[in-house]
């Protein structure tokens, strides 16, 4: 069965750009920004930050329907372009501004580890982004569990 999902970007050339999917709309940053602090978030962040909403949500459901008890769950990532200067246009660098590595960890408190590693190898199973993530770069994510 085929289903297909889809969101709208628009913006002139005066305003920050704007997606919009089904009743939702959000404002997005630069693509990528070299800045300590902005207004927005940038593309990459919102994508990598869906990454782990996407692994944080997929272990939440699998764990409510298996009744596995979890009282709290945090995912932090990182990850590195394989040339973020290409992005900017510095001239005579070469490479591309893809994402060369995405690392992860997901911390989560819980009496039962070994119900917990179990529901994560099938949240990544059934993970649409970090499945299309893994096809296209490395990603390595790691789960610590605690009582």
Same mark, same amino acid.
């Given at each position: ?33 070299? !800045? ?10 919102? !994508? ?6 996407? =692994? ?24 590195? =372009? ?15 501004? !893809? ?49």
């Amino acid at each position: 069965m085929k289903h297909e999902w889809s969101v709208r970007v628009r913006t002139d050339s005066t305003k920050v750009p704007t997606a919009t999917a089904r009743n939702h709309s959000w404002q997005v940053g630069e693509p990528l920004t070299f !800045a300590p602090k902005d207004d927005r978030p940038s593309a990459l962040e919102l !994508a990598v930050g869906a990454l782990a909403a996407d =692994l944080v949500g997929g272990l939440q459901r699998i764990c409510r329907v298996r009744r596995i008890d979890f009282d709290q769950a945090e995912m932090s990532m990182r990850w590195t =372009l394989d040339n973020p200067l290409t992005y900017v246009g510095v001239i005579g660098e070469e490479g591309s501004p !893809a994402i060369a590595q995405i690392d992860g960890v997901l911390y989560v408190s819980s009496s039962d580890e070994e119900a917990v590693q179990d529901a994560w190898k099938v949240a990544l199973a059934r993970s649409p982004l970090f499945n299309t993530f893994n096809k296209a770069t490395v990603v390595s994510l790691r789960l610590t569990v605690t009582p």
